[in-house]
């Protein structure tokens, strides 16, 4: 089965995973996303390794639309990952309990399944995992 991103622009599956984020031309500020403003905003790769700086579990499956994960909803976990030099992302955070998760605690970028798209491809969505590292 071929797969996707969620987003262009946002996130790269291939040839490893990667977030697009974005530095103001001028004051050298970076964000994630990018934003649509390439006048004022260069693209560059954000580091894939970082500290959980913060995280929550959604218990709920959040209304639809915006949302648009599967029907079978299962509780996930979700957190801002501090990425050093860079800025903080809000990201999924995968293949960790729930009661394991710590602030601070070293996280990685990953591709993990989201859905399945129209054309029968496997849309992926990024996640942090934690970074067996430390």
């Not at 218990?59 to 029907?71: A, D, H, N, S, V």
């Not at 909803?73 to 990201?91: D, K, Q, R």
Request: glycine share 8%; with cysteine; net charge negative.
């Amino acid at each position: 089965m071929s797969s996707t991103a969620i987003a262009e622009g946002v996130f790269e599956i291939h040839p490893e995973p990667k977030l697009i984020g974005g530095r103001n031309r001028q004051s050298g500020w970076i964000v994630f996303p990018c934003p649509a403003d390439p006048e004022h905003w260069e693209e560059i790769d954000l580091p894939r390794q970082g500290t959980l700086w913060s995280w929550t579990v959604q218990r709920f499956r959040p209304k639809t639309p915006p949302y648009k994960g599967p029907e079978e909803f299962e509780p996930f976990a979700i957190g801002y990952v501090e990425l050093p030099g860079a800025t903080i992302v809000e990201s999924r955070l995968a293949d960790v309990a729930f009661d394991d998760l710590r602030i601070g605690m070293p996280m990685k970028l990953t591709a993990v399944p989201f859905t399945t798209d129209d054309e029968g491809r496997q849309v992926m969505t990024f996640a942090f995992i934690p970074d067996g590292k430390a």
